[in-house]
């Protein structure tokens, strides 16, 4: 690639960060709201399937390939359970029990888990500043968890489920990035959709379709609010942020776009307080300093000589 082609990859790259910090960040407040009045596994199942039609029907209207690679259904199974399926369903059920801002937070500590699978899996150095980092990280996570109010009294049980969407978006991102599939970036984000959705529509099958009464729409109606929340989450998140996420990953060093995250959470904290007026007090200001600190001390280690 010659240096002009490098610059406007670069330049791209930025511009899907920045777009990702708008779009991921606005998308709490909204998932917050549709989840108050669908299921959680309906309203997954919903988002994977449309962002996944999407991007097939972008990739068909591009002419790009869209035949998955002979050998690779495995690992394109093992990618999609980890950043998508694992992330959608832990995250829908956390924004149950957890404020949108708060579960942020606790969601976008994913640089770090990357950082540490990073060490282990893909022989990056896991140094004193990674160890401080991680210190840095639960101690926020610790302010996160302090109970405000009987809303969060089950916030444990939210915090553990948004840890372990985390995690897994952070070892999911450090294996795509050790895998080649050969396939265009629309192509193999619209393929881990279409196949993480699976176990989201198992469930929805399972414990809601044919659950109990009112499982689909536990409040037993929607209100323009709810609607406008599910259908901004199904559309713009799913199909245009996760194509920017993959490919950001893909032309940008995965440190770089790790780091890009850093915003998202402090977009998602503030359009909670102001969409939908969830409190903005100093545990969740502070938790938000910790958080961005030991994100930005574990990525934005100094330059060797």
Known sequence: MIAGDDRRARVEGIWLLAALAVFWGANWPAMKLAVGEFGPWTFRAACIYVGAAGLFAIAALRGLPMQLPRGQFGRLAA??????????????????????GRAALVAFTMPLWAAVFGALFAGERFTFRKCAAL???????????????????????GLGLMLAAAIAWGGGTVALKTMRFGMPVVSLTAWQLAVAGVPCLAGMVAFEVFGPPGAV?????????????????????????????????EILPSSVASIGTLAVPVVGVLSSAWLI???????ELTAMGCIVGALALALFAPRAP
């Open 79 to 100: 990618v999609a359970f980890l950043n998508i399926a694992v992330w959608q369903i832990a995250s829908a059920f956390a924004l149950t029990l957890l404020p949108a």
């Open 135 to 157: 210190a840095l990280g639960l101690v926020g996570l610790g302010l996160l968890a302090m109970p405000v109010g009987d809303a969060l009294a089950a916030s444990p049980v």
């Open 217 to 249: 729409l536990p409040k037993g109606g929607v209100t323009a609010a709810g609607v406008a929340g599910a259908v901004y989450a199904a559309t713009i998140p799913m199909i245009f942020c996760h194509w920017a996420w993959f490919r950001a990953l």
């Open 277 to 283: 007026g969830e409190p903005l007090g100093w545990a």
